[in-house]
């Protein structure tokens, strides 16, 4: 069921707002950055997000891997959301939203979503890494 959330890093000074899905799953990647960040992300169509406030707080950092903007608040170091870039590999453009800033999430159905895993420590996105249980 879609269902519009608000959300925002830790100090406010960036606010969100997305139209977020949670029945159709979740994810959690084992690459070093969102590993370290303990992100919990749900996907969202760029239509489907908002940055309601805050675009001169966000920094854009960019690992290793350059289709993956990850934003974060230069004030309290909270990522809200990444955009990710893959117009070769999927043909569009999709926002990763970090569940743990959206505002009056109903735990319940957070934890019924289903999860999936992905292998980004190995480049191998479409692949579910053999250790999950720490992410």
């Not at 955009?83 to 999927?90: G, L």
């Not at 999430?105 to 999860?115: C, F, H, R, S, T």
């Amino acid at each position: 069921m879609l269902k519009t959330y608000t959300g925002s890093c830790h100090c406010g000074a960036v606010r969100i707002e997305a139209d977020v899905d949670l029945s159709a799953g979740t994810g959690k990647c084992n690459c070093t950055l969102c590993t370290k960040m303990r992100l919990w992300s749900v996907e969202v169509r760029p239509e489907a997000f908002r940055l309601v406030a805050g675009e001169e707080a966000l920094t854009d950092y960019r690992g290793r891997n350059e289709v993956a903007h990850h934003f974060f608040c230069h004030h309290c170091g909270v990522r809200p959301f990444e955009r990710i870039d893959t117009p070769n590999m999927t043909g569009h453009i999709y926002y990763n939203i970090n569940v743990a800033c959206l505002d009056g999430i109903d735990i319940d159905e957070l934890v019924a979503a289903p999860v999936t895993y992905f292998d980004g420590r190995n480049d191998d996105w479409g692949s579910t890494p053999t250790e999950v249980r720490h992410l």
